[in-house]
């Protein structure tokens, strides 16, 4: 397949219509035009044809009429004939007569025309064809013989101008040309509404589907042709099914999640009972458990909602109140949260995970902070696609570029000093993966560490 062919085949539907259309519309016009044209010319050929032959018979009349035939045959009853050079001539003489046996119309000016006859013709034809004037001018002839018995034969020819054929011709080109530009105009402007109309119910699907995605709707609603209406409804099916996996895949993670945790739970409580150092240790690997289950539970339930059609999550609400809470938190250290997040500004995606993320990213900011976190949000456009940007900044120490991706590792921790697991970065890089987002760290202005996520966005958000 040629390159022109390929880019031709990914072009739109209505694109490729449009092209087919335009194309097969000029060629059609055309074959028809040089149809016309010719069968035009022809019937013009005809037309001038007979009106030579008109004066051919006139001048056999007036050659078989009494008297001499080598008389003077007089007026044919067309001035043009006597005209020099005219263009419009006649001339008789007997079958290889000589310059002075030719009697010819004035107009030919002691010229001679050209002999039409050629070895296979049959005497008593009438013969048609083109030739030269003694001018170069081009002459449309009319050739025929006439026998007068013992008065011998006689070759009659007429000819008149060619070019008032191809003038004809060409003001019939001319009009034929304007009137099937305008004919393709007309047939190209109802393509197009053809096209419109026809595709209007693919486009309403499209709708549709886009409100789907949006959060606007479930399920596919509305009229479409019987043609289009099996693909509406299979869009339906499919819109089901799936709904019906990510139900199931939250009622087996929430199972998983009970089952596990009432164990551990059990474990700790046992440890109670048994000795210091042996419960220091179970506490400790039933916590390590239990993270390590909440942390895998979560990816699960993450990994099935991921992408989620129609899911869309409201950032401010969310973020806003994640700030009070860690503001309250670590009240202690004067913590002041500020935000800065346009009201709607939407995250394609669970709320759940967005708080999972958010509130990872900004606990690990209020830990290092001195005493102020900063949270932004804004949409960006990549690859004409909209991405939701969450940007934490913290007043800490910061972190030194070759360990910002160790922290990024499941379970690692730089400073042992700070309480928790060292999981929350890992989840939220985690997380950010399965919604085909990212996680990376830099130095924020404010002198501490920057956290930038980035997500997909809603393409209403602005």
């Known amino acids: ?19 087919s259309s335009v194309f097969w519309s000029f060629v059609i016009l055309l074959i028809a035009g040089l149809i016309l044209s010719t069968l035009y010319r022809d019937n013009t050929e005809r037309a001038f044809d007979q009106r030579l032959l008109v004066y051919a018979n006139t001048l056999a009349s007036n050659l078989v009429g009494p008297g001499d035939p080598d008389r003077d045959l007089g007026p044919i009853g067309d001035p043009r004939f006597e005209l020099p050079l005219s263009g419009w001539y006649w001339q008789v003489a007997r079958p290889n007569a000589v310059l002075g046996e030719i ?26 064809g083109y030739g030269r004037a003694p001018d170069e001018r081009s002459l449309r002839l009319i050739e025929r013989d006439i026998d007068l018995g013992e008065d011998g034969r006689y070759i009659i020819r007429v000819a008149g101008p060619a070019d008032e054929i191809d003038a004809a011709v060409r003001d019939f080109i001319f009009a034929l040309t304007v009137t099937f530009a305008l004919l393709g105009i007309g047939l190209g402007f109802t393509t197009l509404l053809q096209i419109r109309f ?5 486009a309403n699907l499209r709708s549709a589907l886009g409100a789907i995605r949006r959060g606007e709707a479930e399920r596919i609603v509305g009229e479409y042709p019987r043609d289009i209406s099996p693909l509406a409804g ?16 939250r009622t087996q993670v929430g199972n998983l999640a009970h089952a596990l945790k009432t164990p551990l739970s059990i474990i700790m409580n046992e440890a109670e009972n048994a000795p210091e150092d042996v419960a220091a240790r179970v506490r400790e690997q039933a916590t390590t458990m239990r993270d390590q289950v909440n942390y895998y539970l979560d990816r699960a339930r993450a990994a099935a909602l991921a992408g ?11 973020i806003a109140g ?5 503001a309250k938190i670590y009240r202690d250290k004067d913590l002041e949260v500020a935000l800065a997040i346009p009201p709607d500004l939407r995250f394609r995606g669970e709320k759940q995970d967005l708080e999972e993320m958010a509130g990872n990213l900004i606990d690990n900011a209020s830990k290092w902070a001195a005493n102020k976190v900063e949270v932004s949000v804004e949409i960006v456009r990549e690859d004409n696609r ?13 972190l030194p570029e070759t360990a910002r991706e160790e922290v990024l590792k499941r379970g690692r921790r730089l400073d042992e000093t700070k ?5 929350g970065l890992s989840i939220v890089s985690d997380l950010a993966a399965l919604y085909r987002g990212s996680l990376r760290l830099d130095a924020s202005p404010k002198g501490g560490l920057r956290a930038i996520l980035e997500l997909p966005g809603d393409r209403s958000s602005t």
């Open 1 to 19: 397949m040629s390159p022109l062919v390929r880019r031709f085949a990914s072009r739109p539907i209505a694109v490729r219509l449009a092209v």
């Open 103 to 128: 009697r010819s119309s004035k107009a030919l000016f002691g010229g001679q025309l050209p002999n039409l006859a050629s070895g296979d013709n049959r005497f008593g034809q009438i013969r048609r």
């Open 198 to 202: 026809g595709l209007r119910p693919l």
């Open 234 to 249: 299979e869009l339906n099916l499919l819109l089901d099914t799936n709904r019906e996996i990510l139900e199931r895949a």
């Open 308 to 318: 989620t059609l129609g899911t869309l999550t409201e950032a401010e609400p969310v």
């Open 322 to 326: 994640l700030a009070r809470t860690f």
């Open 386 to 398: 909209p991405r939701f940007r969450l940007l934490i900044d913290d007043d800490g120490p910061g």
């Open 419 to 423: 309480p928790g697991s060292g999981l």
